[in-house]
């Protein structure tokens, strides 16, 4: 009985903990968190990004060459809002020069520090596309925010059957010795 207790413990202390890294880490910029997510959309970056993958972004104190960046830009003729490319030289008036692992020519865009969104840290391979299908339709994120509420209610885990066999047994073991006593 103990143990049980334990591990329920333990579980509830582990899940606070990794909310709390969540919250202190990786929370979106549009709850106020530190980290931007960004779906990759096109070639320029491979093979370091491929089309869909998801990558996360933060913001740094300063930029140096070599760093993947995400920055925003105003071009009315583009639909994309953010680029995201390697910083691969600075400019004397402090902004960056940036290109696609993929491409060519450096960029036509040179971003200022403001513009940057952040440098890249995490990157998780195609998951931008269940992000993007998820958006898709509100039901579809309403119904696998559900599913990860109720997984995350429902005890799953090494042990509790193994826990709940044993009580079974040592009731029906109670309950024979009384049979015998009679």
């Known amino acids: 009985m103990l143990n049980a207790k334990f591990k329920t413990l333990l579980t509830v202390v582990v899940s606070l903990l990794v909310l709390l890294g969540w919250y202190v880490m990786l929370r979106p910029t549009m709850l106020g968190g530190p980290t931007t997510y960004l779906i990759i959309s096109g070639i320029s970056m491979e093979p370091t990004f491929f089309d869909g993958d998801l990558v996360l972004v933060t913001r740094q104190a300063e930029y140096q060459v070599g ?58 391979p195609r998951a931008g596309r269940v992000v993007a299908f998820l958006q898709e339709e509100p039901w579809r994120l309403a119904l696998a925010a559900g599913v990860a509420i109720i997984l995350s209610v429902i005890p799953i885990g090494v042990g509790h059957s193994q826990d709940r066999r044993q009580r079974r047994r040592q009731r029906l073991a109670q309950r024979r010795k009384q049979r015998i006593s009679w």
């Open 67 to 124: 760093d993947v960046i995400a920055y925003e830009i105003d071009d009315f003729y583009l639909t994309e809002r953010y680029v995201i490319h390697r910083i691969v030289g600075k400019t004397p008036t402090g902004e960056f020069l940036t290109q696609g692992d993929n491409r060519e020519d450096v960029d036509s865009w040179m971003p200022t520090s403001a513009q940057i969104i952040g440098r890249s840290f995490i990157q998780v």
